[in-house]
């Protein structure tokens, strides 16, 4: 499999692609994350798109993020922009969804400033709420 971009470049292309289909999608194959994807994109081709795409897969199966599904008859035969490629099956694990989580700001209280510049006493002041919630966060992880 011979890939044009830089394979950091090509895993963070893919993962955005990977959470759209989780969010939109029932099915969870490499046709599906294709057709998530659109278009190709410009300056690759079909053939290396999916191979870019089959590539992501397969090194998200060894990180424990995906899990193929049914590799006896797995997917069958697709079709995406005219090249003809085995479909793929998989299924997202709980480690998937910790990464992503880890991953995906979070616009709750819980991300505001510890320390903040206010008018409060000569224009600091500390949150107490919010020191206290990273630090059992940060013990929590450990």
Not at 31 to 57: H, K, M
Not at 58 to 73: A, F, M, P, S
Request: glycine fraction near 6%; include cysteine; charge should be neutral.
């Amino acid at each position: 499999m011979d890939l044009k971009r830089k394979k950091d470049v090509i895993l963070r292309h893919w993962m955005s692609n990977l959470m759209n289909l989780k969010e939109t999608r029932d099915k969870y194959d490499l046709l599906n994350l294709l057709e998530v994807q659109g278009r190709c994109i410009p300056g690759i081709g079909s053939r290396e798109f999916i191979d870019e795409a089959v590539y992501t897969i397969t090194e998200l199966v060894k990180k424990g993020y995906l899990q193929l599904e049914d590799l006896i008859n797995n997917g069958g035969n697709s079709t995406y922009w005219g090249v003809s490629f085995e479909n793929i099956t998989f299924a997202f694990t709980d480690k998937f969804d910790d990464f992503i989580k880890e991953q995906t700001p979070n616009n709750n209280v819980d991300d505001k400033e510890i320390l903040k510049l206010s008018p409060e006493l000569y224009g600091i002041g500390i949150d107490l709420k919010a020191l206290w919630r990273k630090i059992y966060r940060f013990f929590k992880k450990k």
